[in-house]
């Protein structure tokens, strides 16, 4: 059994995700990258690419969006 480094093998019920959190956090990541991207810093670009692909808020909307978003499609 692998252990979560962030969660600390912390198992979070489906229903009790605080998703208004989740897509708040995963935004600011992203305006992050953003506004990095604006003003050409490729160093800041990159390290906050790695911290939301590693982000559990990310990963957690991803699931959702496969899952539950495009059923049926």
Known sequence: MNKSKTQDNLTV???????????????K??????????RGDVKAVRKLQKTLINSWSSKVLAVRRVTQDNTGK
């Open 29 to 38: 990541l992203q305006k992050r990258i953003y506004r990095a991207s604006e």
């Open 13 to 27: 019920e489906w229903n009790q995700i605080n998703w208004r959190k989740a897509e708040r956090l995963t935004f």
